[in-house]
């Protein structure tokens, strides 16, 4: 719990001034509220008691003794000049005055809390989406999306829920009865004492109510994470379900999925729900023996005035619902407490691909890529091995081999996608791990065989990431990529919205905007994975010269598994279980009769 509240502090630090006005607000309101119940005690013996009469004005001293006698003093004079009924009206309009004061400071201590609470949650999902852009894509190949979505959404909604929402009765409550018990010690000590032991004992048995309330959150967090990546993995194959006639397996698996849920949900709402009532009967469990004893001191021990005594219940009294408030405070934060863990998750996550100090800027490419004994493992499972090669600036290559022979991690290794566990990649004779990240990929350009595109407009999917790019310029890149044409014949042209992840757009299209995107950028390196691999021969020919023109006076890393396509590169790498078996151009290789010609065969077969 230590831990919780120094991350809570951390995360209220930039919101320190409104978190010190709600307090000051907080006390201000708790204070008025004390004075208008502790009227009654000096009204009450003076209205019911003459024996006041003999009260003489004492020296004002910070002494509780000495202001209730003073003020016993005033209202024996009020009295004694205009009658009990002009002091009653005299106590009620102050006792109203107070009350207006104590409203007017609650609301302005909330006034102040609310931008800290919604920061809070709305700097937390900031951090959330930047860890995310900077995490590895290793690390999401191990996540499942639908998981990372859940904690995004839900986990935060939950905190804010949870954990903010509480911050509240958090930040007053403890006030409130801090206060309320400092003018019960005042009252009477000794009853205070009796309090300060059966307070203790009423919290004891709700934190053991609430004890497993965490663990059963995060369950329930867990099983929702699950829920979303289901959900994710349905409308993302939802073509696949319908052609396999598979909608009564994927329906069995949600439900089961959802009745684990509902069931976990029912778990933490029935306990989440004691809390109130227990922390309710336990309150006025307190109070009923906080009177017994009370009227035992009246009564008996003629140690406690009967004035003193209302006044002391009613104090008492005001103590009871922020308890019972901060007992449904700390169970809310139990539950919070599970979805903080799954957040920090992510914040706290590794992030492997790490910039070194004092890291190289390179704005250029001069000379050549070169990989020098690389090897690389995905947990322990080897996929490179002594890869040795050179790129010369303006030349091309090819890679090719069988699905799983480790193309396109080679290629993801250049920018610094995953980093190497051996050997070294070097950008003219400088290791990559020494440059700047952001300008070790601001030279290269990629097109893969997945079109990654934005639910935008044509013009903002080829403009990503290039904040200077004119229309002109735009337009010009289509136009190198075969892509102008179609896109003038939308209704808006390049302001018309292709889609989520550009479903309106066939395959082809969607590989020209990327082409497109890559040509705007102008980078001197570009990396082409499979790019044609998945398209119509139509679109495969106006994709195919889309390329070459992209190509042109560019240093190209191609991957290809249609090797029609890449007959005029400089050189081509064989790789077969991640070592490059066989190298040379298209006609030596095919002269050679091993890996590369048996694969030259079977696509012309």
Not at 80 to 87: L, S, Y
Not at 223 to 230: A, D, N, Q, R, Y
Request: net charge neutral; charged share 20%.
């Amino acid at each position: 719990m230590k831990h919780f509240f120094n991350y809570v502090i951390k995360l209220i630090s930039p919101y320190k001034w409104n978190a010190g006005l709600n307090f000051i607000f907080n006390t201000l309101s708790t204070i008025f509220g004390l004075f208008s119940l502790g009227m009654l005690w000096p009204f009450l013996s003076i209205l019911f008691d003459q024996k006041h009469e003999s009260i003489v004005l004492k020296p004002l001293k910070l002494n509780t003794e000495v202001i209730v006698n003073n003020f016993n003093f005033y209202m024996v004079e009020l009295i004694k000049n205009h009658g009990k009924t002009e002091a009653l009206l005299y106590i009620c309009i102050v006792v109203v005055v107070m009350v207006f004061f104590k409203a007017f400071f609650w609301y302005l201590a909330n006034y102040f809390l609310t931008p800290l609470r919604n920061g809070i949650v709305c700097d937390m999902r900031s951090q959330l989406y930047k860890k995310i852009l900077h995490l590895p894509i290793g690390y999401f190949t191990e996540t499942r999306k639908g998981d990372v979505i859940s904690r995004m959404t839900g986990d935060v909604q939950e905190i804010e829920w949870s954990i903010m929402s509480s911050l509240e009765m958090v930040f007053r409550e403890p006030i409130t009865i801090i206060l309320s018990l400092v003018t019960l010690l005042a009252i009477s000590p000794k009853l205070t004492l009796f309090v300060f032991i059966l307070l203790p004992v009423a919290g004891t048995i709700i934190g053991v109510l609430g004890k497993n309330l965490r663990k059963t959150s995060m369950k329930g967090q867990i099983k929702m994470g699950e829920l979303l990546s289901t959900i994710e993995e349905t409308l993302g194959g939802l073509r696949i379900i319908k052609a396999f006639n598979a909608e009564r397996k994927v329906t069995a698996t949600f439900e089961k999925q959802n009745n684990d849920f509902f069931n976990i949900l029912n778990r933490i709402m029935r306990r989440r729900f004691l809390a109130s009532p227990v922390s309710e009967f336990l309150g006025i469990a307190v109070l009923v023996i906080v009177l017994w004893y009370g009227g035992k001191l009246v009564l008996v021990n003629k140690v406690l005035e009967g004035g003193a005594l209302i006044v002391y219940v009613g104090v008492f009294s005001q103590i009871i619902n922020p308890a019972k408030n901060f007992a449904q405070a700390f169970y809310n934060i139990q539950k919070g407490r599970a979805s903080l863990d799954r957040v920090n998750a992510i914040l706290n996550a590794e992030e492997k691909i790490v910039e070194r100090v004092n890291a190289i800027a390179v704005k250029e490419f001069k000379n050549e890529i070169e990989f020098l004994n690389v090897s690389f493992a995905y947990e322990n499972e080897n996929v490179l091995r002594n890869i040795n090669f050179k790129v010369e600036k303006g030349k091309s290559i090819a890679l090719v081999g069988q699905s799983g022979s480790g193309k396109s991690t080679l290629v993801d290794l250049i920018p610094r996608f995953y980093d190497i566990q051996e050997g070294d990649i070097l950008i003219d004779g400088v290791s990559i791990k020494d440059l700047k990240i952001a300008d070790l990929r601001g030279i290269m350009g990629n097109v893969n065989q997945e079109s990654i595109l934005f639910n935008d407009s044509f013009y903002n999917n080829i403009a990503f990431g290039v904040e200077s790019a004119t229309h002109e310029e735009v337009e010009a890149a289509a136009k190198v990529a075969n892509a102008h044409d179609f896109i003038m014949a939308t209704e808006k042209g390049y302001e018309t919205n292709i889609g989520d992840r550009g479903s309106k757009l066939s395959g082809g299209q969607r590989q020209r905007i990327s082409i497109a995107r890559a040509v705007l950028k102008n980078p001197p390196i570009m990396i082409l994975d499979e790019a044609t691999s998945s398209l119509d021969t139509e679109s495969e020919y106006l994709v195919q010269e889309a390329l070459f023109n992209l190509m042109k006076n560019r240093t190209s890393i191609v991957i290809a598994h249609r090797l029609s396509t890449i007959k005029y590169v400089d050189e081509i790498c064989v790789l077969n279980e991640g070592e490059i078996v066989e190298r040379g151009k298209h006609d030596e290789l095919l002269a050679i009769n091993g890996f590369y010609k048996k694969l030259y065969d079977l696509q012309m077969f």
